[in-house]
């Protein structure tokens, strides 16, 4: 849990992403849900194999393929957004938290956790691209951007004491 999301957001976020499935075309299957839910509760970025571990805690009757395939499905929807990071690893977050702002992580040098959500990183900043950036990075780098991060590296709480 973020300190972010009350449990009213909760069921108007799970409102938001099932009518997303539904409207295009694909039905609310309990592994979609699932896997959404698990996402939305999460305070940190997730690989699939991190959200297989935490379906299969509550829900032992869904396999690790059927993981996969719901996040390859809700990636394509554009309600789930995949992140790789320096390592080549695939992360992924719901997508309205992707797109809505400069993404702000935070990857702890000694355990490896990557933190995001962190409503104290994000005021720490202050980025904004600038005017008209998208065109211009077009035209004068031929690059199609649609998204930007911020790292930071460090200690978590956990390993800074
Ligand atoms: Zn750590």
Not at 22 to 29: I, L, P
Not at 121 to 128: E, F, G, T, Y
């Amino acid at each position: 849990m973020t300190e972010i999301d009350s449990n009213l957001d909760k069921e108007n976020q799970k409102k938001y992403y099932e009518e997303k499935i539904t409207s295009s075309g694909f039905k609310v299957t309990k592994p979609r849900d699932i896997v959404i839910s698990v996402l939305s509760g999460a305070n940190k970025l997730l690989t699939a194999d991190d959200i297989y571990m935490e379906v299969k805690n509550d829900n032992p009757s869904v396999g690790v393929a059927t993981v996969y395939r719901t996040l390859e499905l809700l990636t394509r929807l554009k309600i789930v957004c995949r992140i790789i990071l320096g390592s080549g690893r695939s992360y992924y977050m719901l997508s309205r938290e992707c797109a809505k702002e400069t993404f702000t992580y935070m990857i702890c040098t000694n355990c490896k956790k990557i933190i995001t959500n962190n409503q104290c990183l994000k005021s720490a900043i202050q980025v904004r691209l600038r005017e008209n950036a998208e065109e211009t990075i077009l035209k004068n780098c031929k690059l199609k951007i649609d998204n930007y991060q911020i790292l930071f590296t460090g200690l978590c709480d956990d390993c800074s004491s």
